[in-house]
């Protein structure tokens, strides 16, 4: 019986499996091409503005800086006035706003660039009033904070309330008179608060005003005869804050997660930040890529952990 032979068949695949191999190796070359990482974004961006969201500002660039080293963020919190002057001079890429951007601030972006400053809503939270621990009082009426910060009474007393007894506190810190403090009027939180809490009316001449929520902490920490506003994100021992009712015999309403973002607490607020964003044209990929990151889930978490709302 004659043996086959195989000689061709051994060579026709030996060139086939060399033919493949190639194949291979071209397919896996092309691969490794084009799925390169992109290249790390560089770049520099000054955020100025709101005190309330420059401490949140803060745990951001934290976040951010882990993931895109070669991102410089420069933050400052002169008050968002301050804020909106400095995007529209080119001094800031990011604005930090707690209040909504006036017609006049609109105005005079629009004059210089020709168009309106993109506003991005980023968080929430709300305006809280604060008392000292040793205060027993656990809720107040926006009345009762008019008769106590203002001096023009627009939200219906006629009287002002200088001591705690006035309020149905008993005990020693009953006949103590009121210390009265809060932020200074550069920034939303104070904004809001007198045209929420006093009607739009003016403050009282003894109403000390400090720099920072750090600060408005601080004094109502060590003096047990105070109440002051600041951003419900202060979380601090030795202070708590009030549920505010909008008068008198109405249900108070503390300011929580739940109250804030459902607008329910009479002083909540959505914070934003402001840029400058040229019509037709994209932003510089360090700006975008904060804005992206800010606005993930990621991002987001972050202002959960900080102790403000996020986002609905």
């Given at each position: ?118 506003v991005i809503p980023v968080a929430m939270d709300a305006v809280a009033v604060y008392v000292n621990d040793s205060n027993p009082l656990?809720?107040i009426a926006l009345q009762d904070l008019d008769a106590i910060f203002s001096s023009t009474y627009r939200c219906g007393e006629s ?154």
């Amino acid at each position: 019986m004659k043996t086959p032979d195989y000689g061709f068949f051994f060579y026709v695949t030996k060139h086939l499996i060399m033919c493949f191999s190639l194949l291979s190796f071209a397919i896996t070359a092309h691969a490794v091409e084009t799925t390169k990482l992109p290249l790390p974004v560089e770049g520099r961006l000054v955020v100025t503005g709101s005190v309330a969201l420059s401490n949140l500002m803060t745990y951001w660039t934290q976040a951010f800086s882990e993931r895109n080293p070669l991102i410089t963020v420069t933050i400052a919190d002169p008050g968002g006035n301050a804020g909106i002057e400095a995007l529209i001079n080119g001094t800031a890429e990011i604005a930090l706003t707690s209040a909504p951007i006036n017609r006049k601030q609109e105005d005079a972006f629009e004059a210089r660039f020709g168009y309106t400053p993109q506003v991005i809503p980023v968080a929430m939270d709300a305006v809280a009033v604060y008392v000292n621990d040793s205060n027993p009082l656990t809720r107040i009426a926006l009345q009762d904070l008019d008769a106590i910060f203002s001096s023009t009474y627009r939200c219906g007393e006629s009287q002002p309330i200088q001591t705690w007894g006035t309020l149905g506190v008993k005990g020693n810190l009953a006949k103590q008179r009121i210390t009265v403090y809060g932020l200074t009027v550069a920034t939303g939180a104070t904004s809001l608060f007198r045209e929420i809490a006093l009607c739009g009316g003016d403050f009282i001449k003894d109403f000390q005003t400090l720099a920072g929520p750090e600060a408005v902490e601080n004094a109502l920490g060590s003096d047990f005869a105070s109440i002051g506003f600041s951003s419900s994100a202060m979380r601090s021992a030795g202070i708590h804050a009030l549920a505010i009712a909008s008068h008198k015999g109405a249900l108070a309403v503390a300011p929580t997660t739940d109250t804030i973002r459902s607008g329910q607490y009479p002083m909540s607020r959505t914070l934003s930040i402001a840029i400058n964003r040229p019509k037709n044209q994209p932003l510089s990929p360090a700006l975008q890529s904060f804005i992206d990151f800010v606005l993930s889930p990621e991002g987001q978490s972050v202002v959960t952990k900080a102790g403000y709302v996020s986002l609905p």
